[in-house]
């Protein structure tokens, strides 16, 4: 077992300075270097961090022996080939969301890791975050009772990714937080965006997708919206919650709502001839906020990589959670494609 | 032209009390009779308004011939059959949204009301409201520019219904105020919706509709919500808007953001090497919260109703505008009976 | 006991129609006349309430045997002559807040109701609004702990008021909140206001209360604020509890959080040499939003007046009520003519 | 002028972090030194900068010849010393707020920075940020008319201190802003307050301060409370204004509401004989919410200071200002002392 593990980061343009900042808190690891095709962005980091190395060419980090893991923070399209580089050279990776552009590239990445047992991890951070964890809690303990529907809402104006569209760029996040949540992969899966500012690149999209058990979601992604929300609303036949992720406190609410049918005793109301009988009765109670643990997910998120290092377990967010995400995604643009059409995922 | 209409409402379930309110508020005209098959609401209106005369058969109001003019707010399957003999019978006529239950109906009732040159007004009651107006007002006055996209969510628990769903229920109000603000039909409609709580009853549906001019609309609409969202953000090349209709101030929210494409001059990164010769440029400037005038819409729309009787001039919200959310409806419908295929409308 | 209770009432401005429209729905009640010396106000209710008999003259209420009760909503300075008229014409009173204009005044007619037999109410509103009753149940059940202070807010924008100042005008709202949940009086007050847009009259001002048990109470009030707050923060040293009247749902929140003093055992730190052997370790817990009957408090204070009108039972808000706020708003207007002084009560 | 202002930060508690972490990122300063009595927080400041020596006597900066500037961030009580013996070194002096614990050392402070020529400058933040600015500009330009009310709330949870009250504490926020905005001294102050968690140390204290014009202000500052409040209004007779510095967007929204006393031409109305011939009409237009820069207030702080090194200018809150602050505490703290009584400053 390692004690201090060596950690190079590739790629210091908006997430990458984050994952430096958060790895040198972390007391058992070490950030050796750093690598960019920018010099401001290498010369950035070598003021705030002295003792990193800086360098334009990654190949410098993977051949670094001192070297135990790389984290990847470049461009989608750039994270196979990194990746399989570094996984090849005995490191482990842990790679951004989402972890590859297209599935059959993921697929050999997990492969390659298991071939080397290194660790191969994929960032997804909100499955560290200490408001999901809990609200995984509260669906596993049933308090939701059967979930009906997962609504979620990841909007703000802009950035405007220019190789990506917005599916691509936000929806790993919602997706990777509803497979985490329920466990399951969707049945199908269908998408229905515009390009507005970019020709070709959609960024707004909603997205549908069916789960088993008749787990309806629903995700409205954009880079066009006059606010920043992130919400999540989950209606179960017992209780339903709001998980508001902008909030600064009262992040989640659980409402004790909902409706209920009971036998209906009264005469059929001659208005209302096709009516069942059966009536609705509504419940309403109290709403709880539970106390939520103020700590940053990525913080979580850079100490369980460094822990599956240390200690060989496998992460939450593994590669094959990285797949599964990648194969929605793909269903998704699949329907983009075909004007909104189902896609069963096989 | 008549110096008081005499009014005759029929239907006194959830919305009939709110416009014989109404109704008793106006100077020149004065509500005569209300209707309904249940005792137990006729003894409640014959304590609130002495004066109303009561009964269970609405053919009492149509055959009365002081009865200038009737509302009629009973279930939707109910409204063409009462229409046609009231306008048949020379009322003027005040139809509940949706005004029938399919688009036939509402062409025979547009027939029938030419023919017998009376008033035929569908409750579109948004039509009438401040805020609305207001926005239309905007968009008129170009301020946000080339619209992109408007979202819209209609959420809160219940009132389940038991003869028609979802769509049918909550859609008629995002259909008409888009209608009134765009003056335009989609080309095309998608649904998409589950029944939870009642069998094949969607109590949950995602809308979208396609305009001329790539204009995309989205509708939430759902009995099964803990929160109560009535929302709109209209988003335009210009600024952007958000209507809150829940807000007990602050209904609209201009927001003077947006995104511009310039010419980059600046080197092609290599990174991103798909990234094309243009950079984009974020705006965010101030806030603009217009007041917006405090009066019940409802009112403003029973004026209005009293005011083309007098006047004989066509309602805002007409027999076509009734026929035309219906139109909308209908695709929507066939688009859920066919999961969600788009619906292109004649 | 009487079957039904026949009401006048006498004043028909702001609130007088509120009292009207209450009464009038409930069952053993009936308005049978109403005085004000303004014609359009008393065509105003004839339009309303065609049943209700309309006087320019408050004396014909009071010389009707028919009459049982009287209900006044007049200016402060006519409360008491009024009331006593009724109550030595041998009605019972319910009379608006503040229920005279000095405390001789207030025990006088406590006096003549008592001699008479007769019901004497004040109409402190909000000792039957659901919220308050529920904030009352949570720290009689103690909950909340010991209270530390009660801070409460009550601003908008006017209504000014010509006759009295703010300090009448709205702290009868809060003094009266305050007693009912505290059951003790202040043991001294202490009021700071300010005259801006009327002469003579403040329109701000803020208010500080010493009850036993070193238990504090401020309160803003103002007619010169640009939002409407109605805010009561009741700080104990177990828990803590946010009541805000404005708010559509969710109007009272319980904090579990808290500060508490433990032993310290470590070394003491030489920077902080005054410090003292303990340290301050502080809870945060779940918020939790009860859930709150909606009932418009109004209706539920006219039902409780006819309550004791039939069965003789002495009212929760009854003269010794109205005389208490009384006394505690003299003490505050002598704090303010003493630039501030503390008043103790005596 | 010097090219690179080399500094030291004295004290690494709560603040001092802050203040390394702005000053490493300007360009033309560095940070040599910082010094605390706790090892552990030493070792905090070394694993994060490790180019800034530590030391646990702060003598070593100030006798360090190559320092240029001390910034202090220690317990009240010892800011005098310190700032006197850095300034007698000829070090520049940034002090954190308050300056120090009383006017006479203030004074003092002043006539040593005025005789050796060096910067004395107080961490008075507020008075950088950009919401501030943006106040104190649409106050400047008469957008809101006279003012006649400044209402401040400033209230959380903790922290307590030990050695300093809540008024002490948190009060020299809003006095450093008030004075900022209205470039005025209060001509009276009036403080009340209560210790609830700490004996001796009051935690929870409201605080009226009187000025020019009859320009009112009221704090309210509390360890105590169970939300997070910082907010500001602003009552003008034009316009009125509300500065919620917790909300992460819309800081400032400028409401064009207010009430204007009009001649009356109408008849006295005999209810309300002691109305004045006139009418108040109440304004109620457009809400704005000024665009604000997003700019760290501490960063703008210390970039000033740093300037002012460099340049000789005289620092906007300088000595003098601190003084001022200290004074208007001094005040409250004798008011408190006399039981709220009022207190004039000479």
């Known amino acids: 077992m390692i004690k201090l593990a060596n950690i190079g980061v590739i790629g210091?343009?908006?997430w990458g300075p984050n994952l430096i900042r958060n790895f040198s808190q972390i007391k058992d690891c070490k950030v050796l270097w750093c690598a960019d095709l920018r010099d401001e962005r290498l010369q950035h980091i070598k003021e705030a961090y002295p003792s990193v190395q800086t360098t334009k060419s990654y190949m410098d980090i993977i051949n670094d022996k001192n070297v135990d893991a790389v984290a990847i923070a470049t461009p989608v399209s750039l994270h196979f080939g990194q990746a399989k580089k570094a996984l090849e050279s005995g490191k482990h990776v842990l790679v951004e969301k989402p972890i590859t552009s297209n599935s059959k590239d993921a697929e050999e990445l997990i492969r390659i890791a298991e071939k080397s047992k290194k660790i191969l991890m994929v960032d997804h951070t909100f499955e560290y975050s200490p408001a999901v964890n809990k609200i995984k809690e509260i669906i596993d303990s049933n308090e939701l009772g059967k979930i009906f529907t997962i609504d979620m809402i990841r909007v703000n104006l802009g950035l405007f990714q220019k190789d990506i569209n917005v599916v691509w760029d936000l929806a790993p996040h919602d997706i990777s937080i509803l497979l985490f949540l329920l466990r399951k992969m969707p049945l199908s899966v269908r998408a229905d965006g515009v390009d507005f500012v970019q020709k070709g690149i959609e960024d707004d999209a909603h997205l549908a997708l069916k789960f088993p058990d008749k787990v309806m979601a629903h995700m409205h992604v954009s880079w066009l919206d006059p606010l920043k929300i992130r919400k999540v609303t989950i209606v179960g036949n017992r209780k339903m919650l709001v998980y508001d992720d902008t909030a600064q406190n009262e992040k989640i609410k659980i409402y004790d709502?909902?409706?209920n049918l009971e036998k209906n005793s009264l005469p059929r109301d001659e208005y209302y001839s096709t009516w069942e009988g059966f009536k609705l009765?509504?419940?309403?109670g109290d709403v709880n906020i539970p106390r939520i643990e103020e700590k940053e997910p990525l913080s979580i998120m850079c100490r369980h990589f460094i822990d599956c290092i240390k200690t060989g377990k496998k992460p939450i967010s593994n590669g094959n959670s990285g797949l599964n995400v990648i194969?929605?995604?793909?269903?998704?643009?699949?329907s983009l494609k075909n004007n909104g059409a189902e896609v069963h995922l096989k």
Do not use: F, H, L, T
């Open 12 to 14: 210091c343009g908006y």
């Open 257 to 259: 709502k909902g409706v």
């Open 281 to 284: 009765v509504y419940r309403s």
């Open 327 to 334: 194969r929605v995604i793909e269903a998704m643009q699949e």
